[in-house]
């Protein structure tokens, strides 16, 4: 198995000699793996590329890529690319070349990779995790942090502004770049690619690291300009969530039509109190006495319609959700096996309806009307949820 360890790099010539240094002597506590690494330096004017290229003359586990572009996100994804199809690594790592990341803390990375996670973030914030810069970038660290959560929906994840991880290459290979701003010039690859992964389906362990202030060289980073960017980012991805959830609303009016029509034609030969048809559909069913009763249930005409009606729409719904609202999520097994559970999780909504009416009105001595309103409001966000995390489970399918 063979690990590199990408290092983007501009102009770093005061840092990067002992950083590949600091690396290398981690060797002795990554037994069976080989570990090399892989400096993708943006053209640097200060001499960063002779350093590395004397001392990958020397050493055959260094390496030297020109990404010539300027970007933190190039150099990440360029290295990396590089890294699977020339060095063939099966595990990538990364982190900053200015000695602000101990590479000490990669061993327990590599440990959680081996547990099976896909992906190690390397963290400030929580436990045992520090961060030693300035007042103004700590802020900026638990701002980006807070607002990401909230955007994303991802509440488990602390860290999401720092460049510090390993993860595996299939991850990598499975990420949908289309979508990932990695030639920008901020530095939004960092948290825009820790969103691919999730989206991509990653395990994500993280693990806490001590983030230092750079001793030698200058800062790159824009952060006013980057600050912009994860604002921006998130805004997208909350308008992107928020598309479902409105395209699941459309299906959900929607079918309440198709009920409504097929229940008026079945039942009456009506659209509401429009007459299209000289009588019902199904009109040699009889209404009320005449017609056999299963217990309390008496199945006449209109229980048959209501009943067709209701499977129609959810049939309705269920083809719509399949193949336009949840399209992009996981459509994992057989189709009939997603039908059988969209139809099963169709009865919740009016049990709670059904539930809420009867609290509002005995328990609360409220009005029943707005016991079936926050019903019918609670019944779609828990529908909403059976769906996302019952039937069309997990991930969205990376574009092809
Ligand atoms: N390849 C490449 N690497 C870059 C570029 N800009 C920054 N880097 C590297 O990205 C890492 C992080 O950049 P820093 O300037 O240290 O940014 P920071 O860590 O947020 O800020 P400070 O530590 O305060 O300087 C360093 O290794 C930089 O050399 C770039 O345009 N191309
Ligand atoms: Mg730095």
């Not at 960092?190 to 690291?209: D, M, S, T």
């Not at 209404?287 to 249930?297: D, F, Q, R």
């Amino acid at each position: 198995m063979k690990l590199v360890v990408n290092i983007p790099t501009y102009n770093e010539k005061e840092n990067i000699e002992s950083c590949i240094k600091n690396v290398l002597a981690q060797a002795k506590n990554l037994k069976g793996l080989d570990l090399e690494i892989l400096v993708s330096d943006s053209h640097s004017p200060d001499g960063t590329g002779e350093i590395v290229k004397k001392i990958s003359r020397t050493n055959p586990k260094v390496h030297y890529l020109d990404v010539k572009e300027r970007g933190l996100g190039v150099g990440i994804v360029k290295g990396h690319r590089y890294a699977i199809d020339k060095l063939k690594a099966d595990i990538l790592a990364q982190m900053d070349g200015d000695l602000s990341h101990d590479p000490v803390t990669l061993p327990q990375m590599i440990s959680f990779i081996n547990q099976g996670y896909d992906l190690v973030n390397g963290s400030r914030m929580i436990k045992g995790g520090k961060n030693l810069l300035g007042w103004h970038r700590r802020l900026f660290t638990r701002g980006s942090a807070l607002f990401c959560k909230l955007s994303w929906g991802t509440f488990k994840l602390t860290e999401y502004t720092n460049s510090y991880r390993v993860f595996t290459r299939g991850l990598f290979q499975k990420i949908d770049f289309s979508k990932v701003p990695w030639k920008s010039k901020t530095y939004i690859i960092q948290p825009a690619f820790l969103y691919a992964a999730i989206e991509a389906g990653a395990k994500i362990k993280e693990v806490p690291i001590t983030f230092q202030d750079r001793k030698k060289g200058y800062s790159k980073a824009k952060i006013v300009a980057y600050t912009f960017d994860v604002l921006r980012f998130g805004i997208r991805v909350r308008l992107e969530k928020s598309a479902t959830f409105i395209k699941f609303l459309i299906v959900g009016t929607m079918s309440y039509f198709v009920n409504a029509v097929l229940l008026g034609l079945l039942f009456r030969g009506q659209i509401y109190s429009l007459k299209v048809l000289p009588g019902p559909i199904l009109s040699f069913l009889p209404l009320g006495g005449m017609a056999a009763k299963i217990s309390i249930i008496t199945l006449d005409r209109l229980f048959i319609a209501s009943v067709i009606a209701a499977e129609v729409s959810i049939i309705f719904n269920f083809f719509w959700h399949e193949n336009w609202t949840f399209k992009n999520r996981e459509h994992k097994g057989s189709i009939f096996l997603r039908l059988f559970k969209f139809n099963s999780s169709s009865i919740i909504s009016p049990i709670i309806q059904v539930v809420s009416i009867q609290v509002f009105f005995h328990v609360l001595h409220l009005s029943e009307q707005i016991g079936l309103a926050v019903g019918v409001i609670v019944g779609l966000f828990v529908n909403y949820a059976i769906n996302i995390l019952w039937i069309w489970k997990a991930h969205p399918r990376p574009a092809k």
